[in-house]
């Protein structure tokens, strides 16, 4: 059963934050399995082979089953922890986030470091962008040419957003229609339709909007 929405972060990306004198660089990606949050760390790692450090953190599965969170040589739990506490309190899923560390020869203490590397991943996630992802369905909504005008008018005043239109012996209007939604969805469309309309639904995906 997959989750009917979650969060993620946008995509790929990064941000730079500087805390006396010291460079922290988050690296963001998504990663749904273990194996591939793994290879974009070690992938940081390795370009930043030079960095004081190059801490780190994941969340993978629908219910976080897999956590890490990785000091790389900071004190213990002033880093890793504190990225890890930022996409759990985000409430993001499938993420790994590296923060890379060039030290600018001021020591910050604990509580510095705390803070210096949740803000990284705030900030960072921020400036990337966040992503709701929702499970939907592509519905056919297969009409005569006459209702095309009508339909596609009432869909563009909702909410719905539309896949595409396909022009064949009837017109085929595919709209993403979320799962918890698809009873309502098929109803409002037979009623404007005075049930002329042929509804199918077709493959399940998921759709993404920013989040807010």
Known sequence: MALATYQTVKGPGQHEIVIQKSRFIAFFDRAQTEEEAQTFIERIKKEHWNATHN???????????IQKANDDGEPSGTAGVPMLEV?????LKDTVVVVTRYFGGVKLGAGGLIRAYGG???????AVGVVKRS???????EVDYHWLGKVEHALRESSYQMKGTE????VDVQTYVEVD???????????????QAKITQGEETYLETLAK
Not at 55 to 65: Q, T
Not at 87 to 91: A, V
Not at 135 to 141: C, D, G, S, Y
Request: glycine share 8%; charged share 30%; with cysteine.
């Open 55 to 65: 801490c780190s953190a994941y969340l993978i599965g629908e219910r976080d089953e």
């Open 87 to 91: 996409l759990k309190k985000r409430g």
């Open 120 to 126: 990284a991943v705030s900030e960072g996630l921020n």
């Open 135 to 141: 499970l939907v369905k592509v519905v056919h909504t």
């Open 167 to 170: 022009y064949l012996e009837q």
């Open 181 to 195: 939604d698809l009873e309502a969805f098929e109803e409002w469309m037979t009623n404007m339709t005075n049930g």
